[in-house]
């Protein structure tokens, strides 16, 4: 199973993904220089294009991703995220290997994982860094997660995410997938639930 972390293993409510899209924003100004006005317009382009906007600043303007992974995800975490008994309880419930596929780095992961209190929970984790030069929602991420958690039939995995675009390219490529946020119907995912507390009831309709 496939985890997303950001915005699926707690809920958007943290403030973190706002948070690291305001230092996205002060990165492009402060170290490439970039009219402030520019910046939010060029940032929906370049995730438009690219999938994230890492992948974006890389090929057009060859930043250092190493150096602005860490840049970005400068932000008080810890403060911001509380120990999640639920939700240890349901990682460690499930019999599946399960791996966070994050277009995050793994620093920011771990810190995630620790301030949940659930990093014992998790098998593996493949990061931005691992599926270079690929992303999310881009296949070749899927592809190349698949290769490093040594799966080799999309079929007999599940992606959880809360991003629509990178359960839809799942989706097509044969897993199973689970929208963390909204219990919608949609085409691009199979079941959705409004937190990552519905998940042991999502996995049994899907299984």
Known sequence: MFLDLDDTLYPPSAGIWSAIGVRIDLFMVERLHLPAGQVPALRRQLF??????????VV????DPVDYLDFVHDVPVERMLQPDARLREILTGL???KVILTNADRKHAGRVLDALKVTDCVDQIIDILDITPYCKPQAGAFEC???????????QCALIDDGLPNLATARQLGFHTVRVGSPEPSQEYE????????LPGALDALF
């Open 191 to 198: 079941v959705g639930i409004s937190s990552i507390h519905e």
């Open 95 to 97: 019999l599946p290997r």
């Open 60 to 63: 057009t303007m060859n930043i």
């Open 145 to 155: 997660a698949l290769r490093m958690a040594g799966e080799e039939d999309p079929a």
């Open 48 to 57: 438009s294009q690219y999938g994230t906007t890492l992948r974006g600043l």
